[in-house]
């Protein structure tokens, strides 16, 4: 059901292979079958081959020999950094949560700050469902 991934099983191996618009991770556990699989979409794609993942999506991944961690921290960082909220200090709550929105009392976002807001609200969707 999803599109952008491909796995491949055998008796003893497996490949996957994860597609997000321009960037593929290519994994499993028969390296020349990863090997023979790189060549290929070199040769239909001319792809660059960047190596371990670090990186991918916002997520850090790290690997030791006995497991893979993945970690949001940068991800995170980068949204306080863009925001301009890095040097925010603590608070348990950033608004008085009984307040009442309404449609006609107050002043409407202007469309530059109604898009940020949309981007930042956006951002923090996805590092939360991720």
């Not at 960047?50 to 980068?78: H, M, P, T």
């Not at 709550?93 to 700050?113: C, E, M, R």
Request: hydrophobic share 40%.
């Amino acid at each position: 059901t999803d599109y952008s991934l491909f796995l491949k099983r055998n008796l003893n191996s497996f490949t996957t292979l994860l597609v997000y618009v321009d960037d593929i991770v290519l994994t499993g556990n028969d390296l020349v079958e990863i090997t023979n699989i790189n060549q290929l979409l070199d040769f239909a794609f001319k792809i660059k081959d960047l190596g371990d993942l670090r990186f991918f999506l916002g997520f850090e991944v790290a690997r030791s020999s006995s497991s893979i961690n993945l970690c949001q921290r940068k991800y995170a960082f980068d949204i306080l950094t863009n925001s301009g909220m890095l040097g925010s200090k603590l608070f348990s709550t950033p608004t008085d949560y009984t307040t009442k929105l309404h449609q006609t009392i107050g002043s409407p976002l202007s469309n530059v700050d109604a898009s940020s807001f949309r981007r930042l609200i956006g951002i923090l969707t996805y590092l939360t469902n991720t």
